[in-house]
């Protein structure tokens, strides 16, 4: 993957295929971060599930490393998010999540049963994909949309 994840990711965070340490260790590097194990394991586990809560993503890094605390988590969750590397979404009623796909100012839809949360993207394609009826002097640059309604599951158990 290399310099294509890298480019490609930082400019709408997709991907395809699951990218390597080495991508992660470009990732890091790139927005002048050490290389930890700890951050290793988290990118690799949000990569590996989109829309992950901060229990999965602790109990998956576990999983990997072995005991580390939530503390750690929570720290490079939010090191992570700050330098743009991992996005930070919560619906309403909903949990904390963390996804991989970064700098496209895509929305979600979330199911109101289960919770299911997936990607939708812009219709218009370019952020903030909206205009606000009144800015109130503010340039805005995104805009968070979020659909609600019911999953195929949930929609064909409801039946």
């Not at 295929?17 to 290389?35: A, N, S």
């Amino acid at each position: 993957m290399g310099d294509r994840f890298l480019i490609h990711s930082r400019k709408c965070g997709r991907l395809r295929g699951m990218p390597t340490t080495t991508d992660f260790e470009q990732l890091l590097r790139g927005v002048q971060l050490r290389i930890t194990r700890p951050r290793l394991a988290v990118l690799s586990a949000v990569h590996a599930n989109a829309h992950a809560d901060t229990e999965s993503v602790i109990g998956m890094v576990r999983a990997d490393l072995g005991e580390v605390s939530h503390q750690a988590v929570y720290d490079v969750l939010r090191a992570l998010t700050e330098a743009g590397l991992l996005r930070r979404i919560q619906p309403p009623g909903s949990v904390a999540r963390y996804e991989a796909r970064v700098g496209d100012n895509h929305h979600h839809v979330v199911c109101r049963s289960c919770g299911a949360i997936e990607d939708v993207d812009c219709a218009v394609g370019e952020a903030p994909c909206l205009t606000a009826s009144e800015a109130h002097g503010f340039v805005i640059d995104e805009a968070e949309v979020v659909y609600w309604g019911r999953c195929p599951a949930c929609s064909t158990a409801a039946n």
